[in-house]
């Protein structure tokens, strides 16, 4: 992006200029000043924006900004490159993710535990009376709901709830075909799941819901907690059942069947929605709020994603420097703990970077005369990252010939690295700002050298 005519000018004069020709409607400014005098002397400058980026800078000042950015909750992402090595890091308080995308596309047919309308429908199907090409295209759902009536009559009104009862049921169901061409019947059998295993809460939703039993909601709770109060009480009144999201796979069917069947589970997830935003409003005026400060269409839509609904909260970037991360003990009795080489060494080595540049005042190989004090760095480099092994009682052997390419990269930023991090990272900043997909948790290395990536 930069070319000789930027050579002298300030960098963040020259990228903003360059950046705005990329899309005339943005507007950008630049600020020419030492990041690290604005954390220290101008705190305040950042709390105006809702994501700050942090790239290339000391670990010092990248903590004391963590600490401005977490307690406004401001999403802090910090990207650093060291020769061939990158990482990124999002430091947040904690944020809110709506919609996980899982990406399993498990359709809730309520099969377990059908509605009237939907009983009603079923039943005007007589399976019997059926001549040979209308047969053939009686909806799965209307099969199974009707071989489900057949079970519960057999079976103490109890549907399958093992291995041997789903084959039995299975095997029932095979026995209402009349010739084995039928693509309905193949469809149902392929869906007999949602008859023997009914939909169970993800986990993130359970931590959630056990979450906001502790909680007391008040008039500066975050709005998501009053949505999550109104599923909560949606779960008890219905039975475990979350609202419906009123979708429907395609299927075997005629186009009145389908049209019919996708209005009436729509219309229940309309139903479902209605509850669930009755239960909100409710839990707004308890503590003191406006009934209307959620609108029926965030609640419709919070309910379609809810089953996946997730909270994550990063610990605060100065803990990262103990290194080592509580859910990757397996054991404390063994002298030492044990870690994959491929994930710790090159993280041991940017934080020995880290030290050496707050013993120094500098990266390593970046002296006056690197040549001569490049074999002066390594041993002290080595002998920093030796201390950090030894501090944190850690398994990991550190070849020479790495903290010798740590230090002859004198803490340079290819341009290689750099735009692979950029891309991840702004990957991350929109998953973040549309609350969709699961952002990184943890702290990412990228390995160009080997060309992959790895979380600790």
């Given at each position: 992006m930069l070319s000789t005519t930027d050579v002298g000018e300030s960098r963040a004069k020259a990228i903003a200029a360059h950046l705005k020709e990329l899309n005339t409607a943005?507007?950008?400014s630049f600020i020419d000043e030492d990041p690290e005098d604005l954390v220290t002397d101008n705190p305040n400058f950042f709390h105006d924006f809702t994501i700050v980026i942090a790239t290339q800078m000391p670990m010092r000042t990248l903590l004391a900004l963590d600490s401005v950015c977490?307690?406004?909750n401001i999403i802090m992402i910090v990207?650093?490159?060291?020769?061939?090595?990158?990482?990124?890091?999002?430091?947040?308080?904690?944020?809110?993710?709506?919609d996980t995308n899982p990406g399993d596309n498990i359709h809730d047919l309520r099969l377990t535990q059908p509605w009237p309308e939907l009983c009603n429908f079923v039943s005007q199907f007589k399976l019997d009376t059926?001549?040979?090409?209308?047969?053939k295209r009686v909806p799965f759902i209307v099969l199974l709901l009707q071989a489900c009536d057949k079970w519960r009559a057999e079976h103490d009104s109890k549907l399958p709830s093992n291995t041997r009862e789903q084959a039995a049921f299975q095997q029932m169901l095979s026995a209402m075909r009349r010739t084995h061409d039928e693509d309905n019947f193949q469809e149902a059998l392929n869906a007999v799941r949602h008859v023997c295993k009914p939909k169970s809460l993800s986990p993130t939703l359970v931590k959630l819901l056990e979450e906001l039993a502790s909680k007391n909601l008040c008039q500066s709770t975050p709005i998501f907690w009053f949505k999550i109060s109104g599923i909560s009480a949606f779960l008890a009144k219905s039975g475990g059942m979350m609202p419906l999201v009123g979708s429907i796979p395609d299927m075997t069917c005629t186009t009145d069947c389908y049209v019919t069947l996708q209005r009436m589970y729509q219309e229940k997830a309309a139903s479902d929605a209605k509850v669930v935003e009755h239960y909100v409003q409710e839990a707004l005026v308890r503590a003191g709020r406006q009934r209307d400060e959620i609108t029926a269409d965030e609640v419709r839509t919070f309910c379609r994603y809810a089953s996946n609904a997730a909270l994550l909260r990063w610990r605060p970037l100065a803990l990262d420097s103990s290194l080592v991360r509580e859910d990757k003990i397996k054991s404390t009795s063994q002298g030492a703990l044990d870690y994959p080489s491929s994930t710790l060494t090159y993280l041991v080595l940017v934080c020995a970077s880290d030290a050496f540049f707050d013993?120094?005042?500098?990266?390593?190989g970046t002296a006056i005369d690197a040549v001569r004090d490049l074999k002066d760095d390594f041993i002290k480099l080595k002998t920093i990252a030796d201390e950090i092994l030894g501090?944190?009682?850690l398994n990991v052997h550190l070849l020479d010939n790495l903290i010798c390419e740590t230090v002859r990269c004198g803490g340079g930023e290819l341009h290689a690295v750099a735009s692979v991090l950029g891309a991840i990272g702004s990957q991350e900043i929109i998953k973040l700002v549309t609350k969709q997909f699961v952002p990184c948790e943890k702290t990412l290395i990228y390995?160009?050298?080997?060309?992959?990536?790895?979380t600790y």
């Amino acid at each position: 992006m930069l070319s000789t005519t930027d050579v002298g000018e300030s960098r963040a004069k020259a990228i903003a200029a360059h950046l705005k020709e990329l899309n005339t409607a943005v507007v950008g400014s630049f600020i020419d000043e030492d990041p690290e005098d604005l954390v220290t002397d101008n705190p305040n400058f950042f709390h105006d924006f809702t994501i700050v980026i942090a790239t290339q800078m000391p670990m010092r000042t990248l903590l004391a900004l963590d600490s401005v950015c977490r307690k406004q909750n401001i999403i802090m992402i910090v990207m650093r490159s060291f020769g061939f090595i990158g990482t990124l890091r999002l430091c947040i308080r904690e944020h809110v993710i709506t919609d996980t995308n899982p990406g399993d596309n498990i359709h809730d047919l309520r099969l377990t535990q059908p509605w009237p309308e939907l009983c009603n429908f079923v039943s005007q199907f007589k399976l019997d009376t059926l001549d040979g090409v209308a047969f053939k295209r009686v909806p799965f759902i209307v099969l199974l709901l009707q071989a489900c009536d057949k079970w519960r009559a057999e079976h103490d009104s109890k549907l399958p709830s093992n291995t041997r009862e789903q084959a039995a049921f299975q095997q029932m169901l095979s026995a209402m075909r009349r010739t084995h061409d039928e693509d309905n019947f193949q469809e149902a059998l392929n869906a007999v799941r949602h008859v023997c295993k009914p939909k169970s809460l993800s986990p993130t939703l359970v931590k959630l819901l056990e979450e906001l039993a502790s909680k007391n909601l008040c008039q500066s709770t975050p709005i998501f907690w009053f949505k999550i109060s109104g599923i909560s009480a949606f779960l008890a009144k219905s039975g475990g059942m979350m609202p419906l999201v009123g979708s429907i796979p395609d299927m075997t069917c005629t186009t009145d069947c389908y049209v019919t069947l996708q209005r009436m589970y729509q219309e229940k997830a309309a139903s479902d929605a209605k509850v669930v935003e009755h239960y909100v409003q409710e839990a707004l005026v308890r503590a003191g709020r406006q009934r209307d400060e959620i609108t029926a269409d965030e609640v419709r839509t919070f309910c379609r994603y809810a089953s996946n609904a997730a909270l994550l909260r990063w610990r605060p970037l100065a803990l990262d420097s103990s290194l080592v991360r509580e859910d990757k003990i397996k054991s404390t009795s063994q002298g030492a703990l044990d870690y994959p080489s491929s994930t710790l060494t090159y993280l041991v080595l940017v934080c020995a970077s880290d030290a050496f540049f707050d013993r120094y005042g500098r990266l390593p190989g970046t002296a006056i005369d690197a040549v001569r004090d490049l074999k002066d760095d390594f041993i002290k480099l080595k002998t920093i990252a030796d201390e950090i092994l030894g501090d944190h009682n850690l398994n990991v052997h550190l070849l020479d010939n790495l903290i010798c390419e740590t230090v002859r990269c004198g803490g340079g930023e290819l341009h290689a690295v750099a735009s692979v991090l950029g891309a991840i990272g702004s990957q991350e900043i929109i998953k973040l700002v549309t609350k969709q997909f699961v952002p990184c948790e943890k702290t990412l290395i990228y390995n160009c050298a080997e060309c992959t990536t790895m979380t600790y």
